[in-house]
């Protein structure tokens, strides 16, 4: 998608600070963090949402968990704990539509619920 900002910083046109890349994820520092630790994961394939997901994404969605784990013990936020977290759609609060996780860790986090 030539307009999406995921993809242009998966592509590099926008520079981030990556803390993970392979053929399938990018993990970067959020601009705006709601945390000390707000990583985004995302996969490097366009997915509009959750609501765009199909069975042959399954693969890819897990992976995106995997890397979130791997980098929570990274960051050194594995064992006080952390938040993951999917938007989905403008009622969510999803501001940008390609698919990912926020990483949320480094203090308290409040209750949801």
Do not use: W
């Not at 981030?16 to 959020?30: I, P």
């Not at 995302?42 to 509009?48: A, E, F, K, L, Q």
């Not at 609501?51 to 594995?78: C, H, V, W, Y």
């Amino acid at each position: 998608m030539s307009d999406c900002i995921f993809c242009k910083i998966v592509s590099g046109e926008i520079p981030s600070t990556n803390v993970y890349k392979d053929e399938q994820v990018t993990a970067f520092r959020d601009i705006n963090p709601a945390a000390p630790t707000h990583i985004l994961i995302v996969p490097n394939r366009h997915i509009d949402s959750v609501n765009f997901m199909t069975t042959k994404d399954e693969p890819l969605i897990g992976r995106l968990f995997s890397i979130a784990k791997q980098l929570a013990a990274q960051e050194g936020i594995a064992e006080s704990g952390y938040r993951l977290i999917v938007n989905t759609n403008a009622d969510a609060g999803q501001a940008v539509f390609h698919i990912h996780l926020h990483l949320l860790g480094g203090r308290q986090l409040t209750t949801l619920g």
